[in-house]
């Protein structure tokens, strides 16, 4: 068992939007991300899935609203519900997911990880 530091985990990587996962919990992967710029609209029909910004700002854009998060702040976007995430500048994002989420939800393109790395 060993303590996760945060920061020195999103130093080994640059890749946006390519989750890497840190730990394992009763089925859920903490995952560290990267993002800038939009990604694409998607949902997950069966999982909820937590964004938690450590560093920088996130848009959660929902057909019906968007929600802003600042460093500090998260949300939970239900099952089901489309959103599409948007950093205008470079943000460090914690994710709480099951281990089956795909990070595309029900899409499948170029931004789709079907293997994530553990770092």
Do not use: C
Request: net charge negative; glycine share 6%; no cysteine.
């Amino acid at each position: 068992m060993n303590k996760v530091v945060v920061a020195e985990k999103f130093a080994l990587f640059d890749e946006k939007w390519s989750p890497k996962i840190v730990g394992e919990l009763n089925g859920q992967y903490v995952k560290l991300v990267k993002v800038q710029g939009e990604f694409i609209w998607h949902q997950h029909e069966q999982e909820d899935e937590l964004f938690f910004v450590t560093k920088g700002k996130l848009d959660i854009h929902l057909r019906d609203q968007r929600v802003s998060l600042e460093e500090g702040e998260f949300f939970i976007v239900p099952a089901g519900v489309e959103h599409k995430p948007v950093a205008e500048e470079e943000a460090h994002v914690i994710l709480l997911e099951p281990v089956a989420t795909l990070n595309t939800g029900d899409v499948r393109d170029e931004r789709t990880r079907e293997h994530l790395d553990w770092i």
